[in-house]
């Protein structure tokens, strides 16, 4: 197993546009979590997913929108995009909506300029 | 609100000297704590947790609710311990597997 996969690996974008980015989960896990990290600190949770409903929500405004698809995997999407959009962002996945172990993908590094 | 706090952005230590990682956490509840490594080119990854009462590589870390503290210490350091450390805690309960992360400390052992 591959663990955890995400992509892209980076990317580059443009104040206002809108961004996607992909996740793929263990192979059986059906949660899936999106964190976002700035240069400096540590990850911050955005959302977590569970057999495709949203089980939980950080403080990000509602240009951040995300969703589970029934093979597990997940996409979120960033619109009208910042410049302090600019962070790496982390997919974790567990088996179980409560877990004491979550799996962290290698993230994807979105600049926008 | 819950929040985590890692006071030294960086500690470096000398091959053979203890190591200890401060954590401290803010939350009237009872919070599950921590603590996840981050090697060079590596993705974050679990290092103990303190509901397993476990060592890990020679860390513990004993959660210590009076002092709201979960400091991950190690006996003898070793340059395979260089890396990024991050204490976190989750309330499971409430939030699932929301993890509330601390800014982190980066561990240098030197030879």
């Known amino acids: 197993d591959a663990g955890v996969t995400q992509s892209p690996t980076h990317l580059i974008k443009t104040r206002g546009q809108q961004v996607t980015l992909r996740c793929s989960p263990i192979?059986?896990?059906?949660?899936v979590s999106w964190y976002q990290q700035v240069l400096g600190q540590g990850p911050q949770f955005i959302f977590q997913?569970?057999?495709?409903?949203?089980?939980g929500r950080g403080n990000f405004p509602d240009r951040f929108s995300a969703r589970q698809f029934p093979n597990y995997s997940s996409e979120l999407n960033v619109n009208a995009l910042l410049l302090g959009d600019s962070a790496l962002y982390l997919c974790?996945?567990?088996?179980?909506?409560?877990?004491?172990?979550?799996?962290f993908g290698p993230g994807t590094r979105l600049t926008v300029t | 609100a819950q929040r985590v706090t890692q006071p030294e952005k960086l500690l470096s230590v000398f091959k053979g000297a203890p190591v200890e990682l401060k954590c401290n956490y803010s939350?009237?509840?009872?919070?599950?704590l921590f603590w996840y490594v981050q090697y060079s080119r590596q993705r974050l990854q679990l290092l103990l947790r303190?509901?397993s009462r476990e060592s890990i590589k020679g860390f513990t870390a004993d959660l210590n609710k009076g002092e709201t503290s979960f400091h991950l210490k190690k006996p003898f350091a070793q340059e395979e311990d260089s890396a990024m450390y991050y204490c976190?805690?989750?309330?499971?309960?409430?939030?699932?597997?929301?993890?509330?992360f601390g800014a982190g400390t980066i561990l240098r052992v030197k030879s």
């Open positions: 974790a996945s567990s088996f179980l909506t409560v877990s004491y172990e979550q799996y």
């Open positions: 192979s059986g896990h059906k949660s």
């Open positions: 997913y569970y057999e495709k409903e949203e089980r």
């Open positions: 939350y009237s509840g009872s919070p599950e």
């Open positions: 303190h509901i």
């Open positions: 976190a805690l989750t309330l499971f309960k409430e939030y699932g597997n929301k993890l509330v």
